[in-house]
């Protein structure tokens, strides 16, 4: 769901070409007056703490200054959630990047994407979902965009005042 987005977002603000780095596939755009670096990690899930490792020393970048997007079994089939900090959930490629940069100050965007009723997550995460699921997931990447717009736009806080749901 990661990619998704990150393809989709890349799309509406006209990313420039793609380029390779040694983990990850990147992109720059501005928006408005701030410079965004678009990535998708070339490693194995469980090992994008390398890619983002990466990309922070190569960018002099921050923690903070990290979105990572993924899709999360504890969420809702297309239910979107935007957070800074916390646990991995479980999330191996979230542990890994906790685990590599040795930090967990960073924001999440999780996508959510429902528990199999049956069988084992890894297999469930890779299947293409039911045609009812895949059209919550095709509306939450387009959701997951405009929270992206608006975080850029406005901050983290609009962002999940917007389009985190109450609990």
């Given at each position: 769901m990661g990619y998704r987005v990150v393809e989709s977002f890349s799309r509406s603000i006209k990313a420039g070409r793609s380029f390779h780095l040694r983990n990850s596939l990147c992109a720059t755009a501005d928006y408005g007056s701030q410079r965004v670096l678009l990535a998708q990690p070339l490693t194995f899930m469980n090992r994008s703490g390398r890619a983002v490792a990466e990309l922070l020393q190569r960018y002099h970048l921050d923690p903070g200054q990290l979105v990572i997007i993924y899709d999360d079994l504890d969420l809702p089939p297309g239910r979107i959630r935007l957070r800074y900090g916390g646990g991995s959930g479980g999330h191996r490629g979230v542990q890994s990047i906790?685990?590599?940069i040795e930090t967990a100050?960073?924001?999440r965007l999780?996508?959510?994407i429902g528990k199999p009723l049956s069988g084992e997550a890894s297999a469930y995460v890779l299947e293409i979902p039911p045609?009812?699921?895949?059209k919550l997931l095709d509306r939450a990447v387009e959701r997951a965009v405009e929270a992206l717009n608006l975080l850029l736009e406005r901050g983290p806080e609009a962002a999940m005042n917007r389009f985190n749901p109450p609990t």
């Open positions: 906790i685990d590599t100050d960073f924001l999780r996508i959510g045609f009812k699921e895949q």
